[in-house]
């Protein structure tokens, strides 16, 4: 399935959860993207296509019972490569992925994306932290390099939030000879997020 092609945080963020891509389910909810310029993440978020660059690979609900949901989206050309579990996969220019985690409260929410930030300081050479504003929502990014043996990406970028009970993780990651700016990229994706209006944009905890 597509899933076994996923970066170092999102594969700890799975494994937090005490689940295993096997797990996922394989079918995927209906693509909008390209038709109706838009596609809904889970019951809170919506995306605007705002660049024709991006092809979304998957809109699955990883595990909706556990308010669990991921999407994927792929830019530029694409190539063959046998990832570690000796699978051959679709190695694209840059990849972007999309978590995110609908919890009974904020805390909850708070709780999760500290671990996804950890997480990425701990797998990835970290060049740049910031706080940014994008559409209403704050986010934490984090710019590093792809450090990890078994990661075909040189580089990329990840932007974490919360909107009320809501946590995101956004990853963009890319391929050494990728020429365009991942954080412009990055940034022109989450100023076309948003949330429900149930979901009120809180600002970041002090200590993420």
Not at 51 to 65: E, P, R, T
Not at 88 to 93: C, I, K, S, W
Not at 177 to 197: E, V
Request: proline content about 3%; charged content about 20%.
């Amino acid at each position: 399935m597509k899933l076994r092609f996923l970066p170092c945080i999102l594969s700890i963020v799975f494994m937090l959860t005490g689940c295993s891509a096997s797990l996922f389910p394989e079918e995927e909810k209906q693509d909008t993207w390209a038709n109706s310029g838009s596609i809904a993440i889970g019951h809170s978020l919506t995306i605007q296509n705002s660049d024709n660059k991006f092809s979304l690979l998957d809109n699955i609900d990883v595990l909706s019972a556990e308010g669990l949901y991921y999407a994927a989206w792929t830019m530029g050309s694409c190539e063959p490569y046998v990832n570690s579990e000796g699978d051959t996969v679709d190695l694209y220019d840059a990849h972007l992925y999309l978590l995110l985690g609908e919890y009974p409260d904020s805390s909850e929410a708070q709780n999760n994306m500290g671990k996804w930030i950890d997480a990425g300081k701990t797998n990835y050479e970290i060049i740049e932290e910031e706080e940014t504003v994008c559409n209403g929502q704050a986010y934490h990014l984090l710019t590093y390099n792809c450090i990890s043996e078994g990661n075909p990406y040189d580089r990329g970028i990840s932007a974490f939030g919360i909107c009320r009970n809501n946590a995101v993780c956004i990853e963009l990651t890319c391929r050494e000879n990728f020429g365009q700016d991942l954080r412009a990229i990055m940034i022109n994706f989450l100023n076309n997020c948003t949330y429900s209006d149930t979901a009120t944009a809180l600002p970041l905890a002090a200590d993420t």
